[in-house]
C-alpha cells in the first residue's frame, strides 16, 4: 500500500535530522516514483524485483554539492569524501528506516545501486 504523504513526510524528516560525520550532511535523498525510472534502475541493479514493485523507492546517495557551494576552497581526498559519504548516507537510511517500523512499515535495503 502506498504511504500517506503524513507518514512520508514524517519519514523524510526523521531521515534529515540525522547525525552527520563531519558535520556535512552529504546526501542527498532521490524518490523516484517512475515506473519506467524504477524499470530502468532495476536493470541497473542486478535486476532486483524489490525496486520496480515496492510502494515507495528512495536512494540515498552521497552528494557534495552543497558542500563545494558553501565552501569550493576544501578539497578532501577522494577516500575521505567515499567515508563520509558512505556514512553519512547509511546514517540516514537507518533513520528513515527506523521512523518507518516505529509506524508499523517495514522495509528493505538495496545496495547494488551503484552506476
Known sequence: ?????????AI???ANQTSS????????IIRITDQELR?????LSVNQPYIEEAAE???????????HQ????????YTEYLLIGSFDAGLM???ALTAAES??????YIGAVRS
Open 1 to 9: 500500500n502506498p504511504l500517506t504523504e503524513e507518514q512520508r513526510d
Open 12 to 14: 523524510f524528516k526523521a
Open 21 to 28: 560525520f563531519s558535520l556535512l550532511q552529504a546526501v542527498s
Open 39 to 43: 524499470k530502468k534502475v532495476m536493470q
Open 57 to 67: 523507492f528512495w536512494i540515498f546517495c552521497a552528494d557534495f554539492n552543497r558542500d
Open 70 to 77: 558553501i565552501a569550493p576552497n576544501v578539497d578532501l581526498e
Open 93 to 95: 537510511a537507518q533513520n
Open 103 to 108: 509506524m508499523g512499515l517495514g522495509g528493505v
